[in-house]
């Protein structure tokens, strides 16, 4: 009995010890406007591994990149933020290459970062005021028409809601309803049918990540277009049977946020397998058994 308990605990360490995993945090949470902060990835490797961290570049005016620093197992990306609010970074990938020269891709969920701006002193100080604010006073017919329009204001509120209930329950009346599958998969066809341009990567796979949340909401019922990368794979797997089918359709929202963001100028052939990938999905998860000459 004893020797069969210790068999399991060193099987147990040896799958523990083959795992590959990778950390990502920020050097703060918070951030002044212009203040440098570092992006730290780290991996921790089974023996025989060797990562190979990625390239950014980053086209956005609100953020500055000023580098990388680069040790065995880890990178530190340094940034400047130059837009007040909260920052996504979208999920980085790592490659890992073992001594056959297989490669197998590791990535960090989207982070985020809140950046603030500091007010001067001669901002905060209150005794540069030089006089009263006037105080304006409303009658009583004033209020009710104040009233009056939030009460209208709540009302229209009620009926785009409502609308919004009955297009996901019924859909349009205007013609034949199509089913969310059918929609994505013509889509997709669409998107396919342009000439893809690696120096438009970005618009692409805007659209391409567009009309996949659009199916993931209309499909599963669930807001993903107002939804972050991160928070979409994080519900998947409640909703998507297939934990394949969730991980891929992950894989292919987190391309294309590294499109989005960080500006990558993806080749055609990633394109043509990313686009293929979404079909698939489609396909896979429809409510109907589809043909694939759809």
Not at 18 to 43: C, H, K, Y
Not at 49 to 60: K, R, S
């Amino acid at each position: 009995m004893r020797l069969e308990v210790l068999t399991l605990l060193i099987l147990v360490q040896g799958l523990v010890a083959q795992s590959n995993t990778l950390r990502a945090f920020w050097s703060s949470d918070t951030v002044l406007i212009g203040q440098p902060v570092i992006l730290r990835l780290e991996v921790l490797l089974a023996e025989g591994f060797i990562p190979h961290f990625p390239d950014l570049t980053i086209e956005d005016e609100a953020v500055t990149y000023d580098g990388v620093q680069l040790a065995p197992t880890s990178a530190e990306y340094r940034f400047k933020f130059w837009q007040r609010g909260r920052m996504v970074m979208p999920c980085m990938p790592v490659r890992l290459i073992d001594d056959s020269g297989r490669e197998t891709e590791i990535s960090t969920d989207s982070l985020q970062i809140f950046v603030a701006s500091a007010l001067t002193g001669a901002e905060t100080d209150i005794r540069r005021i030089k006089k009263m604010v006037p105080v304006i006073l409303t009658d009583t017919r004033t209020r009710w028409l104040q009233l009056l329009g939030i009460v209208c204001l709540m009302g229209l509120i009620y009926l785009l809601w409502r609308r919004r209930v009955r297009h996901y329950s019924r859909g349009d009346a205007g013609g034949p309803q199509l089913k969310p599958e059918e929609t994505a998969l013509q889509a997709i066809s669409e998107l396919r049918a342009e000439v893809y341009d690696p120096a438009r990567a970005e618009e692409f796979y805007l659209a391409l990540s567009q009309l996949i949340r659009r199916y993931l909401e209309q499909r599963f019922l669930f807001r993903a277009l107002e939804m972050t990368t991160s928070e979409i794979v994080g519900i998947l797997p409640r909703k998507v049977e297939d934990r394949d089918t969730a991980a891929r359709i992950g894989q292919l929202l987190a391309q294309a946020d590294l499109a989005k963001f960080a500006g990558l100028r993806l080749h055609p052939h990633r394109w043509e397998e990313d686009i293929t990938l979404a079909r698939q999905v489609v396909i896979s998860t429809g409510v109907a058994p589809l043909g694939t000459n759809t």
